[in-house]
């Protein structure tokens, strides 16, 4: 068992890092010429300041500078908020069609204008943030006129839909497909839709995005979470018919601590959610720690019976928040939970964590902590999201 000086400790350590390392790793890739933040530093550290500009990079940018100010309280990080902001509504948003685009040019032009559901849930989730950090009414009203653009004609009667062209016509869904299948819907999308609307509710208090919130939770009950299994599906035909043999470890995690916080949110007075998802989430979380949790660090994920050992960043950080939830929500007595959050935390510290000056996370390590040179440090993906939540999240649950 942790004490409560090691526990003091770790909280000091994470706060350091994300104070001195993350967050002035990511000024450092403001473009103040055409906006934005720069889209891809390689893992050589040579910086593209031509490479195109990802909305979910860019969105995640906004998501992390506005709630790093609401937590630290740095002007300068409210700042750096302001110019993510300026660009994405100014560049991305697409005022005649609705929505945002999927990404532009280096320069602010449009490249890409697919208009993806996870891509407007995470517009959805920066914008909440930005209005918390900032109480700029634009940024909430542009928050839920992206809301009623996924509700109006990102959905049908049976769920979410995935990717879109410019009007808004269903287009294949590449950009979310992977394993060599084609999905017609995701659990990635709807989780991140979920995300979105669980924070847009928690500043806005919109009626509606609760109702909506509710129905989404009972789709991860009835459709994406496979109780034999002890697991959610992954990629499903348009009926939620599972296409794949998959167990993504880490989006099960991550997964566990988000709909917790949806329902901790939502404050259903009957707590009959409570009653009916909680089980399903401590199971989650059981199921990663039994079958992918190595003592150390997370697996990735498992295909079809085999396991991918490598170690991707973002599992590691969502393995940390997603441990130190279940060992809250089982009132502080599930240990275990605890001590494999601090291990991981110690394999991040020890490999996940870049130390060469100018860098940041790598993309991925093996099983043995040895780093993939093929992978970026920053590219439309790589982001300061899920290494920045949980710098966030152990602050605020364990300080």
Not at 152 to 176: H, M, P, Q
Not at 227 to 238: A, G, I, N, S, Y
């Amino acid at each position: 068992m942790i004490s409560k000086k090691e526990v003091k400790e770790v909280v000091t350590e994470v706060k350091n890092h994300f104070v001195n390392g993350i967050i002035p790793f990511w000024k450092g890739l403001r473009d103040d010429e055409f906006g934005g933040y720069y889209g891809y530093l390689g893992y050589d550290l040579d910086l593209d300041k031509k490479a195109v500009k990802g909305c979910i990079l860019n969105s995640r940018i906004l998501w992390f500078f506005s709630s790093a100010y609401t937590l630290l309280k740095d002007d300068s990080l409210l700042e750096e908020a302001r110019h993510a902001y300026e660009f994405l509504a100014k560049s991305f948003f697409d005022k005649e069609n609705g929505g945002v685009f999927w990404s532009l040019t280096y320069d602010g032009k449009v490249d890409d204008p697919t208009k993806h559901t996870y891509n407007q849930a995470f517009a959805i989730y920066a914008l909440s943030a930005y209005y918390e950090a900032s109480m700029d009414v634009k940024a909430l009203d542009l928050a839920r006129n992206i809301f009623s653009t996924i509700e109006t004609r990102c959905k049908d009667d049976k769920g979410y839909l995935e990717a879109s062209d410019r009007k808004f016509n269903r287009i294949s869904n590449d950009k979310l497909s992977e394993n060599g299948v084609m999905a017609d819907r995701t659990m990635n999308t709807l989780l991140h839709v979920l995300e979105a609307y669980t924070e847009l509710y928690r500043v806005g208090r919109d009626r509606e995005v609760k109702r909506v919130l509710e129905k989404i939770l009972d789709l991860f009950a009835t459709k994406v979470y496979n109780k034999e299994l002890h697991r959610q599906e992954v990629f499903f035909d348009d009926e939620y018919n599972s296409i794949l043999d998959l167990h993504s470890y880490g989006h099960d995690i991550e997964t566990s601590w988000l709909i917790d916080r949806a329902v901790e949110v939502i404050d259903d007075e009957e707590h009959s959610l409570s009653k009916r998802i909680t089980p399903i989430t401590k199971d989650l979380a059981q199921q990663v720690y039994d079958v992918a949790f190595d003592g150390h660090s997370l697996a990735y994920e498992c295909e079809k019976g085999v396991v991918n050992e490598n170690r991707v960043w973002w599992v590691q950080a969502e393995t940390v928040v997603g441990f130190v939830n279940a060992y809250q929500k089982s009132g502080n007595s599930e240990d275990k939970f605890l001590d494999a959050a601090k291990s991981c935390l110690n394999f991040i510290f020890s490999y996940v964590i870049d130390k060469r000056k100018g860098s940041e996370w790598f993309w991925e390590v093996s099983k043995d902590g040895k780093p993939a040179a093929d992978l970026p440090i920053v590219d439309p993906w790589k982001c300061p999201y899920h290494n920045g939540r949980m710098c966030i999240e152990i602050i605020k649950r364990m300080e």
